[in-house]
């Protein structure tokens, strides 16, 4: 069975700083997608980025990267010149190669203060 | 491409009543999930359909059911409702079972 962990219920920034929302999994395949998605009040689920387990590069998209561990089963998102229109919740979610499902976590609230 | 719609938006059911919500996926999507996000969670699976086959089933009873349609469209039907089944349903479709899947914004369905 695959688990997701995000362990920052809330978090808030500064407008125009940086932040880093944290995601740990639990898998015992090693082919397999991790992507966050962002959820605003629109609540429709966003993508913001994907990484494939067999890449060893950190992905990237704009002001939006990874920090990809493999080992140690973590995936963190960085944002970069936090604007007010990120204020969302973030979800990390796990699929496998060729999977059916996503496996999502629990959710981080990110607010961007002005 | 007109992206993913679902409806109704919001939805108040009976205990015991029976709920149909739909979803309209973009064209050529043959690949269509349903989640079940309840109130401060992630989504979980419900089932997915691939070219109007059941293609996986989470942890849900049979009393939620579902089918796709050759138009590309989709429902999810519950009986018998419970008033744990309160929550945000979200439909999401792709091609072919790639990982590109594109979400609705969901129906908010209370059952009180």
């Known amino acids: 069975a695959q688990t997701v962990t995000q362990s920052q219920p809330e978090m808030s920034v500064q407008e125009a700083e940086t932040v880093t929302l944290s995601c740990t999994y639990d898998?015992?395949?090693?082919?397999?997608?991790l992507f966050w998605y962002k959820q605003p009040p629109s609540r429709q689920m966003i993508l913001v980025i994907r990484q494939e387990a067999y890449k060893q590069q950190n992905a990237t998209e704009n002001r939006f990267s990874v920090n990809f561990q493999k080992a140690a089963k973590s995936f963190s998102l960085k944002i970069s010149d936090s604007q007010l229109g990120d204020t969302a919740m973030y979800f990390c979610a796990f699929m496998k190669r060729y999977g059916n499902q996503f496996y999502f976590g629990t959710g981080t609230s990110l607010t961007v203060i002005p | 491409e007109t992206g993913v719609t679902q409806s109704p938006t919001h939805l108040i059911k009976t205990r015991g009543q029976q709920v149909t919500l739909r979803c309209s996926s973009q064209?050529?999507?043959?690949?269509v999930s349903w989640y079940q996000q309840a109130l401060g969670q992630g989504p979980q699976f419900i089932f997915q359909?691939?070219?109007?086959?059941?293609?996986g089933r989470g942890n849900f009873p049979p009393r939620f059911s579902g089918l796709q349609f050759p138009n590309y469209s989709s429902e999810l039907n519950v009986n018998a409702l419970e008033l744990d089944d309160s929550a945000l349903y979200l439909c999401a479709s792709s091609t072919d079972r790639d990982y590109g899947y594109t979400f609705g914004s969901g129906t908010r369905l209370t059952v009180v």
């Open positions: 064209s050529g999507h043959n690949t």
């Open positions: 359909y691939y070219r109007e086959e059941e293609n």
């Open positions: 898998t015992s395949e090693n082919n397999y997608y």
